[in-house]
Protein backbone atom coordinates (compact mmCIF):
# COMPACT_ATOMS: atom_id res chain seq x y z
CA UNK A 1 0.00 0.00 0.00
CA UNK A 2 0.82 3.48 -1.14
CA UNK A 3 0.42 6.35 1.03
CA UNK A 4 -0.56 8.94 -1.65
CA UNK A 5 -3.69 10.52 -1.85
CA UNK A 6 -5.57 9.74 -4.83
CA UNK A 7 -6.97 13.24 -5.17
CA UNK A 8 -3.03 14.49 -5.86
CA UNK A 9 -3.03 12.41 -8.88
CA UNK A 10 -2.98 14.00 -12.39
CA UNK A 11 -6.05 13.76 -13.85
CA UNK A 12 -6.64 11.83 -17.30
CA UNK A 13 -7.69 13.10 -20.53
CA UNK A 14 -7.97 12.23 -23.63
CA UNK A 15 -6.43 12.87 -26.98
CA UNK A 16 -7.71 11.54 -29.90
CA UNK A 17 -8.27 7.81 -29.75
CA UNK A 18 -6.14 7.45 -26.46
CA UNK A 19 -5.85 8.00 -22.72
CA UNK A 20 -3.03 10.54 -21.71
CA UNK A 21 -1.05 11.17 -18.66
CA UNK A 22 0.84 14.30 -17.86
CA UNK A 23 3.27 13.38 -15.33
CA UNK A 24 4.60 16.45 -12.42
CA UNK A 25 7.96 17.56 -13.60
CA UNK A 26 9.02 18.04 -10.03
CA UNK A 27 8.45 13.79 -9.89
CA UNK A 28 10.17 12.99 -12.87
CA UNK A 29 13.41 15.45 -11.59
CA UNK A 30 12.94 13.62 -8.47
CA UNK A 31 13.46 10.41 -10.63
CA UNK A 32 16.07 11.75 -12.51
CA UNK A 33 18.20 12.61 -8.94
CA UNK A 34 17.28 9.13 -8.43
CA UNK A 35 19.63 7.15 -11.07
CA UNK A 36 22.30 9.89 -11.10
CA UNK A 37 24.34 6.40 -10.01
CA UNK A 38 22.87 4.03 -12.20
CA UNK A 39 24.82 2.26 -15.16
CA UNK A 40 23.23 0.47 -18.65
CA UNK A 41 24.57 -2.67 -19.20
CA UNK A 42 24.64 -5.45 -22.11
CA UNK A 43 25.07 -9.15 -21.93
CA UNK A 44 27.37 -9.91 -25.12
CA UNK A 45 27.68 -13.64 -25.89
CA UNK A 46 29.42 -15.47 -28.97
CA UNK A 47 27.69 -17.31 -31.26
CA UNK A 48 27.29 -21.02 -28.91
CA UNK A 49 28.13 -20.16 -25.37
CA UNK A 50 25.40 -21.05 -22.39
CA UNK A 51 23.16 -18.42 -21.81
CA UNK A 52 23.75 -16.90 -18.43
CA UNK A 53 20.79 -16.81 -15.74
CA UNK A 54 20.06 -13.66 -13.86
CA UNK A 55 21.28 -15.44 -10.82
CA UNK A 56 24.55 -16.72 -12.67
CA UNK A 57 24.89 -13.26 -13.96
CA UNK A 58 25.00 -11.77 -10.24
CA UNK A 59 27.09 -14.42 -8.53
CA UNK A 60 30.16 -13.04 -11.62
CA UNK A 61 29.63 -9.80 -10.91
CA UNK A 62 29.87 -10.31 -7.43
CA UNK A 63 33.01 -11.79 -7.24
CA UNK A 64 34.31 -9.08 -10.07
CA UNK A 65 33.13 -5.80 -8.15
CA UNK A 66 33.51 -7.22 -4.43
CA UNK A 67 36.05 -3.93 -3.93
CA UNK A 68 32.81 -1.61 -3.85
CA UNK A 69 30.05 -1.15 -1.67
CA UNK A 70 26.52 -2.20 -2.61
CA UNK A 71 24.92 -2.59 -5.67
CA UNK A 72 21.76 -4.12 -7.17
CA UNK A 73 20.68 -4.93 -10.85
CA UNK A 74 17.64 -5.38 -12.45
CA UNK A 75 16.33 -6.94 -16.02
CA UNK A 76 15.45 -4.68 -18.43
CA UNK A 77 14.57 -7.39 -21.05
CA UNK A 78 16.83 -8.18 -24.47
CA UNK A 79 19.90 -8.83 -22.70
CA UNK A 80 19.79 -5.48 -21.33
CA UNK A 81 20.64 -4.40 -17.26
CA UNK A 82 20.31 -1.66 -14.84
CA UNK A 83 22.89 -1.46 -12.38
CA UNK A 84 22.45 0.42 -9.02
CA UNK A 85 25.42 1.73 -7.04
CA UNK A 86 25.66 2.91 -3.54
CA UNK A 87 27.66 6.68 -4.32
CA UNK A 88 28.57 8.06 -7.55
CA UNK A 89 31.95 6.97 -6.80
CA UNK A 90 31.45 3.52 -6.98
CA UNK A 91 29.72 3.55 -10.11
CA UNK A 92 32.44 5.68 -11.55
CA UNK A 93 34.95 2.74 -11.03
CA UNK A 94 33.13 0.22 -12.47
CA UNK A 95 31.88 2.12 -15.09
CA UNK A 96 35.68 3.12 -16.07
CA UNK A 97 35.99 -0.29 -16.67
CA UNK A 98 33.83 -0.29 -19.77
CA UNK A 99 33.62 -3.97 -20.70
CA UNK A 100 33.90 -6.71 -17.95
CA UNK A 101 34.90 -10.31 -19.22
CA UNK A 102 32.78 -13.17 -17.99
CA UNK A 103 34.32 -15.83 -19.54
CA UNK A 104 31.96 -16.79 -21.37
CA UNK A 105 30.87 -13.73 -22.54
CA UNK A 106 31.31 -9.97 -21.37
CA UNK A 107 29.39 -7.15 -19.81
CA UNK A 108 29.33 -3.64 -21.24
CA UNK A 109 28.61 -0.64 -19.72
CA UNK A 110 27.77 2.62 -20.36
CA UNK A 111 26.36 6.00 -18.39
CA UNK A 112 22.63 5.71 -17.38
CA UNK A 113 20.02 8.00 -20.06
CA UNK A 114 16.77 9.10 -19.67
CA UNK A 115 13.94 7.69 -21.87
CA UNK A 116 15.85 4.36 -22.22
CA UNK A 117 13.89 1.49 -24.05
CA UNK A 118 15.41 -1.72 -24.71
CA UNK A 119 13.09 -2.15 -27.39
CA UNK A 120 14.58 0.76 -29.26
CA UNK A 121 18.16 0.23 -29.43
CA UNK A 122 19.86 -0.75 -32.04
CA UNK A 123 23.01 -3.45 -32.05
CA UNK A 124 25.71 -2.74 -34.02
CA UNK A 125 28.26 -4.36 -32.16
CA UNK A 126 29.85 -7.26 -33.35
CA UNK A 127 32.67 -9.71 -32.08
CA UNK A 128 35.35 -10.34 -34.45
CA UNK A 129 39.14 -12.28 -34.17
CA UNK A 130 41.51 -9.29 -35.03
CA UNK A 131 44.74 -10.07 -36.92
CA UNK A 132 48.24 -7.98 -36.57
CA UNK A 133 50.48 -8.49 -39.44
CA UNK A 134 54.05 -7.28 -39.24
CA UNK A 135 54.26 -6.98 -35.61
CA UNK A 136 58.21 -7.70 -33.99
CA UNK A 137 57.99 -10.19 -31.66
CA UNK A 138 59.21 -7.92 -28.76
CA UNK A 139 55.57 -6.70 -28.75
CA UNK A 140 53.88 -9.61 -28.43
CA UNK A 141 52.85 -9.12 -25.21
CA UNK A 142 49.09 -8.67 -23.56
CA UNK A 143 49.04 -5.23 -22.58
CA UNK A 144 50.80 -3.85 -25.85
CA UNK A 145 48.50 -6.54 -27.95
CA UNK A 146 44.99 -4.73 -26.11
CA UNK A 147 46.52 -1.76 -26.75
CA UNK A 148 47.28 -2.05 -30.46
CA UNK A 149 43.36 -3.43 -31.03
CA UNK A 150 41.95 -0.68 -28.40
CA UNK A 151 41.99 1.33 -31.16
CA UNK A 152 39.78 -0.91 -33.51
CA UNK A 153 37.08 -2.06 -30.51
CA UNK A 154 37.27 -3.47 -27.21
CA UNK A 155 39.71 -6.17 -26.80
CA UNK A 156 38.29 -9.24 -25.14
CA UNK A 157 41.03 -12.22 -25.25
CA UNK A 158 44.14 -13.38 -26.61
CA UNK A 159 43.65 -16.54 -28.82
CA UNK A 160 46.40 -19.31 -27.34
CA UNK A 161 48.46 -19.71 -30.11
CA UNK A 162 49.02 -15.76 -29.24
CA UNK A 163 49.59 -16.38 -25.93
CA UNK A 164 51.84 -19.32 -25.77
CA UNK A 165 53.75 -17.95 -28.66
CA UNK A 166 53.45 -20.93 -30.62
CA UNK A 167 52.45 -19.29 -33.41
CA UNK A 168 54.47 -16.37 -34.78
CA UNK A 169 52.99 -15.04 -38.23
CA UNK A 170 50.33 -13.23 -37.07
CA UNK A 171 48.87 -12.12 -33.27
CA UNK A 172 44.91 -12.75 -32.72
CA UNK A 173 42.82 -11.43 -30.69
CA UNK A 174 39.02 -11.50 -29.81
CA UNK A 175 37.74 -7.83 -30.27
CA UNK A 176 34.57 -6.29 -30.17
CA UNK A 177 34.02 -3.82 -33.09
CA UNK A 178 31.40 -0.97 -33.24
CA UNK A 179 30.29 -2.05 -37.42
CA UNK A 180 29.16 1.77 -37.74
CA UNK A 181 32.35 3.01 -37.39
CA UNK A 182 35.40 2.51 -40.18
CA UNK A 183 37.45 0.22 -39.24
CA UNK A 184 40.86 0.59 -40.31
CA UNK A 185 43.56 -1.46 -42.28
CA UNK A 186 46.12 -0.30 -40.64
CA UNK A 187 47.07 0.95 -37.17
CA UNK A 188 50.37 3.06 -36.46
CA UNK A 189 52.23 1.73 -33.86
CA UNK A 190 54.49 4.42 -31.60
CA UNK A 191 57.36 4.56 -29.10
CA UNK A 192 60.00 6.64 -27.68
CA UNK A 193 61.29 7.80 -31.21
CA UNK A 194 60.70 5.52 -33.40
CA UNK A 195 57.01 4.38 -35.60
CA UNK A 196 55.45 2.12 -37.58
CA UNK A 197 52.38 0.58 -39.38
CA UNK A 198 50.96 -2.80 -38.70
CA UNK A 199 48.33 -4.49 -41.12
CA UNK A 200 45.09 -5.23 -39.51
CA UNK A 201 43.07 -8.36 -41.01
CA UNK A 202 39.53 -8.89 -40.43
CA UNK A 203 38.08 -12.51 -39.87
CA UNK A 204 34.83 -13.61 -40.45
CA UNK A 205 33.04 -9.90 -40.17
CA UNK A 206 29.17 -9.53 -39.71
CA UNK A 207 27.37 -7.89 -42.36
CA UNK A 208 25.90 -4.52 -41.17
CA UNK A 209 23.15 -2.67 -42.79
CA UNK A 210 23.65 0.91 -42.84
CA UNK A 211 20.18 1.82 -43.86
CA UNK A 212 18.42 0.44 -40.48
CA UNK A 213 21.78 0.15 -38.45
CA UNK A 214 21.84 -3.12 -37.32
CA UNK A 215 24.06 -6.39 -38.11
CA UNK A 216 22.54 -9.52 -40.10
CA UNK A 217 22.05 -8.46 -43.48
CA UNK A 218 23.10 -5.94 -45.95
CA UNK A 219 21.43 -2.82 -46.93
CA UNK A 220 21.07 -4.63 -50.23
CA UNK A 221 18.93 -7.11 -48.70
CA UNK A 222 16.82 -4.71 -46.20
CA UNK A 223 13.30 -5.15 -45.33
CA UNK A 224 12.46 -1.97 -45.48
CA UNK A 225 14.56 -1.65 -49.02
CA UNK A 226 12.72 -4.14 -50.55
CA UNK A 227 9.17 -3.10 -49.13
CA UNK A 228 9.95 0.24 -50.85
CA UNK A 229 10.43 -1.54 -54.05
CA UNK A 230 8.09 -1.25 -56.91
CA UNK A 231 8.09 -4.00 -59.56
CA UNK A 232 6.42 -3.51 -62.63
CA UNK A 233 4.61 -6.39 -64.49
CA UNK A 234 6.63 -8.59 -66.83
CA UNK A 235 5.32 -8.79 -70.75
CA UNK A 236 6.54 -11.06 -73.55
CA UNK A 237 9.32 -10.14 -75.53
CA UNK A 238 6.69 -10.17 -78.82
CA UNK A 239 4.39 -7.16 -77.20
CA UNK A 240 5.13 -3.84 -79.04
CA UNK A 241 4.12 -0.83 -76.76
CA UNK A 242 2.81 2.07 -78.71
CA UNK A 243 2.36 0.20 -82.05
CA UNK A 244 -1.02 -1.40 -83.07
CA UNK A 245 -2.54 -3.41 -80.97
CA UNK A 246 -1.98 -7.30 -82.04
CA UNK A 247 -5.04 -9.88 -81.10
CA UNK A 248 -4.57 -13.34 -79.62
CA UNK A 249 -7.44 -16.45 -79.86
CA UNK A 250 -9.06 -16.85 -75.76
CA UNK A 251 -10.34 -20.26 -74.81
CA UNK A 252 -12.97 -18.58 -74.05
CA UNK A 253 -16.94 -19.29 -75.63
CA UNK A 254 -17.33 -22.28 -77.63
CA UNK A 255 -20.71 -22.35 -80.85
CA UNK A 256 -23.35 -24.51 -80.77
CA UNK A 257 -21.65 -26.34 -83.22
CA UNK A 258 -19.11 -27.29 -80.11
CA UNK A 259 -16.30 -25.00 -82.16
CA UNK A 260 -14.06 -22.34 -79.75
CA UNK A 261 -14.36 -18.79 -80.58
CA UNK A 262 -11.81 -16.66 -81.38
CA UNK A 263 -12.38 -13.49 -78.93
CA UNK A 264 -10.38 -10.70 -80.01
CA UNK A 265 -8.09 -9.40 -77.14
CA UNK A 266 -6.08 -6.22 -77.30
CA UNK A 267 -3.18 -6.22 -75.52
CA UNK A 268 -2.66 -2.68 -74.62
CA UNK A 269 -5.72 -3.30 -72.46
CA UNK A 270 -3.62 -5.63 -69.60
CA UNK A 271 -0.86 -2.41 -69.91
CA UNK A 272 -1.54 -0.71 -66.64
CA UNK A 273 -2.48 3.27 -66.88
CA UNK A 274 0.83 4.18 -65.40
CA UNK A 275 3.03 2.39 -67.54
CA UNK A 276 1.26 3.74 -70.78
CA UNK A 277 1.74 7.16 -69.36
CA UNK A 278 5.77 6.02 -69.28
CA UNK A 279 5.30 4.68 -72.28
CA UNK A 280 3.97 8.24 -73.81
CA UNK A 281 6.57 10.21 -72.03
CA UNK A 282 9.27 8.07 -73.55
CA UNK A 283 7.98 8.55 -76.97
CA UNK A 284 7.61 11.93 -76.75
CA UNK A 285 11.19 12.44 -75.16
CA UNK A 286 12.47 10.67 -77.94
CA UNK A 287 11.09 13.25 -80.43
CA UNK A 288 12.06 16.08 -78.64
CA UNK A 289 15.48 14.02 -78.93
CA UNK A 290 15.25 13.65 -82.96
CA UNK A 291 13.96 17.22 -83.47
CA UNK A 292 17.00 18.73 -81.69
CA UNK A 293 19.18 16.38 -83.33
CA UNK A 294 17.92 17.71 -86.53
CA UNK A 295 18.49 21.24 -86.26
CA UNK A 296 21.79 20.97 -85.03
CA UNK A 297 22.56 19.22 -87.76
CA UNK A 298 20.78 21.98 -89.99
CA UNK A 299 22.66 24.56 -88.26
CA UNK A 300 25.89 22.89 -88.62
CA UNK A 301 25.13 22.57 -92.15
CA UNK A 302 24.02 26.45 -93.32
Partial sequence: MCDISISQLPQ??????VTAIKILQEEYQAGLQRCKTHLHGRLILSKGDSPLTFTELKAKLQSLWNVIGTWSMISLGRGFYDFSFASVEDMRSICAVGSWSLKPGFLRLSL????FNPSLQKVSHSQ?????????????????????VGGLGVPIS????????????FARILVDVDLKGALPSQVLVEREGFAFFVHIEYENLTYFCSGCQSIGHLISNSRRNKEARVDLPRFKK?????????????KGPTSSNGHKVSTPIHRSDSVPDKLKEVVKDTQENDLIIKLEFENNVNLQLD
Fill in 12 to 17: PCIKGD
Fill in 112 to 115: WSPD
Fill in 128 to 148: CWVRILGLPLEYWSARILFSI
Fill in 158 to 169: LNDATSSRSFEH
Fill in 238 to 250: DISLGKNPKTIPD
